[in-house]
T-cell receptor, first 108, second 114 residues
Framework: QKEVEQNSGPLSVPEGAIASLNCTYS??????FFWYRQYSGKSPELIMF????GDKEDGRFTAQLNKASQYVSLLIRDSQPSDSATYLC????????FGAGTRLTVKP | DAEITQSPRHKITETGRQVTLACHQT?????MFWYRQDLGHGLRLIHY???????NKGEVSDGYSVSRSNTEDLPLTLESAASSQTSVYFC?????????????FGPGTRLTVL
């Protein structure tokens, strides 16, 4: 079992819709949870981080964490074509472990 | 502006050669990391350092080494390059507690081993 699992996608949503990206992790000792966005040919950049159970909102982005279910998600409201990218979930215990990423396409 | 740079950006080498990839950050961050990214595997940690003279092995460290002689630099050396090490390599840095803070990534180095 991979430590951090994501659906590889591609996930396709129409412009203006809500995109929902999901991630599960195996280590119950995981402390910090991050969502990175990576455009094709570019380096990852941080979108959100969350440390505690519940929801955390930042503009159009909401991160949700459920430690009991070992589940973290990212919701993107009012999706835009510029949101089309690969989204990487990362989880830290002693070091940071990344999922393989979900490719999101937002169609105009 | 503070930044993190990698060089070279592209490298082609032959099997068996020693290769060193440079990473330099001006954030004055204590923590530095090397990852490789391959299709279907996402980012995998090779080595990391939480300060000068500190180095640690990551998930895929075999065939790689690092040394940290100052805060700004963490060069990654492939002792004897193999075709399986063809990949995109990202360097990253962070501050604060290990594993707790955002990592800032360099632009990446695309390495091809023939």
């Amino acid at each position: 079992q991979k430590e951090v699992e994501q659906n590889s996608g591609p996930l396709s949503v129409p412009e203006g819709a809500i995109a929902s990206l999901n991630c599960t992790y195996s280590d119950r000792g995981s402390q910090s949870f991050f969502w990175y966005r990576q455009y094709s040919g570019k380096s990852p950049e941080l979108i959100m981080f969350i440390y505690s159970n519940g929801d955390k909102e930042d503009g159009r982005f909401t991160a949700q964490l459920n430690k009991a279910s070992q589940y973290v998600s990212l919701l993107i409201r009012d999706s835009q074509p510029s949101d089309s990218a690969t989204y990487l979930c990362a989880v830290t215990v002693q070091d940071m472990r990344f999922g393989a990423g979900t490719r999101l396409t937002v169609k105009p | 502006d503070a930044e993190i740079t990698q060089s070279p950006r592209h490298k082609i080498t032959e099997t068996g050669r020693q290769v060193t990839l440079a990473c330099h950050q001006t954030w004055n961050h204590n923590n530095m990391f090397w990852y490789r990214q391959d299709l279907g595997h996402g980012l995998r940690l090779i080595h990391y350092s939480y300060g000068v003279q500190d180095t640690n092995k990551g998930e895929v460290s075999d065939g790689y080494s690092v040394s940290r002689s100052n805060t700004e630099d963490l060069p990654l050396t492939l002792e004897s390059a193999a075709s399986s090490q063809t990949s995109v390599y990202f360097c990253a840095s962070s501050d604060g507690g290990p594993g707790l803070d955002e990592q800032f990534f360099g632009p990446g180095t695309r390495l091809t081993v023939l």
